[in-house]
C-alpha cells in the first residue's frame, strides 16, 4: 500500500487503501500513515491498520460505498482492525479512514 498525507487540516484523520490486486495494478490513495498487506480473496474478513485508531472514529467503504458499522463490519476492540461480516470478493476495493488514538 502506499501512503501519502492528505491535504489541509482533517484532524488526525487516516484513509488507507487495501490493496486489491496484483502489485502492478495497486491504485494510490491520498493517505497518511499505516499500511496492510491483506487482500480480499472471497474468504478473508479481517482487515488490519498500521495504526491504532479511537474507538467509534473507523469508517470502512467497500468499492467507494461507506459502510454501515455494526451491520457490515465491526472495529476491533484493541482498535487495531475490523472484521467485515461478509468476506468481500477478489477484486473488491476496501478501504479505511479514522482518528488516530490519543
Given at each position: 500500500?502506499?501512503?501519502f498525507?492528505?491535504?489541509?487540516?482533517?484532524?488526525?484523520?487516516?484513509i488507507?487503501?487495501?490493496?486489491h490486486?496484483?502489485?502492478?495494478e495497486?491504485?494510490?490513495?491520498?493517505?497518511?500513515?499505516?499500511?496492510t498487506?491483506?487482500?480480499?480473496?472471497?474468504?478473508?474478513?479481517?482487515?488490519y491498520?498500521?495504526?491504532?485508531?479511537a474507538?467509534?472514529?473507523?469508517?470502512?467503504?467497500?468499492?467507494?460505498?461507506l459502510?454501515?458499522?455494526?451491520e457490515?463490519?465491526?472495529?476491533m476492540?484493541n482498535?487495531?482492525?475490523?472484521?467485515?461480516f461478509?468476506?468481500?470478493?477478489?477484486g473488491?476495493l476496501?478501504?479505511h479512514?479514522?482518528?488516530?488514538?490519543?
Open positions: 500500500m502506499q501512503n498525507t492528505l491535504p489541509g487540516n482533517l484532524g488526525g484523520l487516516n488507507h487503501s487495501v490493496p490486486g496484483h502489485e502492478s495497486r491504485k494510490p490513495l491520498t493517505a497518511f500513515g499505516g499500511d498487506e491483506a487482500i480480499p480473496d472471497g474468504n478473508l474478513t479481517d482487515f491498520v498500521g495504526t491504532m485508531f474507538a467509534g472514529s473507523l469508517c470502512v467503504y467497500i468499492n467507494g460505498v459502510q454501515e458499522p455494526d457490515t463490519y465491526s472495529e476492540a482498535g487495531t482492525g475490523y472484521t467485515i461478509v468476506a468481500p470478493k477478489a473488491t476496501v478501504q479512514a479514522y482518528r488516530t488514538a490519543a
